[in-house]
C-alpha cells in the first residue's frame, strides 16, 4: 500500500507564491516519476491537467513555465511544487500523481487526495 499526502494549498493574491508538497509512503521500492496535476472548476469533463512532470526529464505544461518549478528530495520521496506569479487562471485543485514500483515488484500509479489553490483578489 502506497499513500501520496499533498500539503500547501490556500488563498493567494494574483502574483504571489505557493508551493506545495506531497510526500509518498508505504511499501515503495521505486518511484519512477512525480508529478503535479490540476483540476480547474470549469474543465470539461472535469478532465486533469498536467502542471509539471519529474521522471528521467521535467515537462511543464506551457501555461506555466517560467512561474513554477518542479523538485524532488528523492530521500524522502517527497516532491514540490514552487510556484510563482500566480494567476486567476491557475485556481484548480492540484494532485500529486506518482508512478511506484512497489517492494513486491508491480508498478502502480498512485494520486494524493488534491489541494485547493484559489487564486483571488
Known amino acids: 500500500q502506497v499513500q501520496l499526502v499533498e500539503s500547501g494549498g490556500g488563498l493567494v493574491q494574483p502574483g504571489g507564491s505557493l508551493r506545495l508538497s506531497c510526500a509518498a509512503s508505504?511499501?515503495?521500492?521505486?518511484?519512477?516519476?512525480m508529478g503535479w496535476y490540476r483540476q480547474a472548476p470549469d474543465a470539461p469533463g472535469k478532465q486533469r491537467e498536467l502542471v509539471a512532470i519529474s521522471g528521467g526529464v521535467t515537462n511543464y505544461a506551457d501555461s506555466v513555465k517560467g512561474r513554477f518549478t518542479i523538485s524532488r528530495d528523492n530521500a524522502k520521496n517527497t516532491v514540490y511544487l514552487q510556484m510563482n506569479s500566480l494567476k486567476f487562471e491557475d485556481t484548480a485543485v492540484y494532485y500529486c500523481n506518482a508512478e511506484v514500483v512497489t517492494t513486491r515488484g508491480y508498478s502502480y500509479s498512485y494520486w494524493g487526495q488534491g489541494t485547493q489553490v484559489t487564486v483571488s483578489s
Open positions: 508505504g511499501s515503495i521500492s521505486r518511484i519512477n516519476y
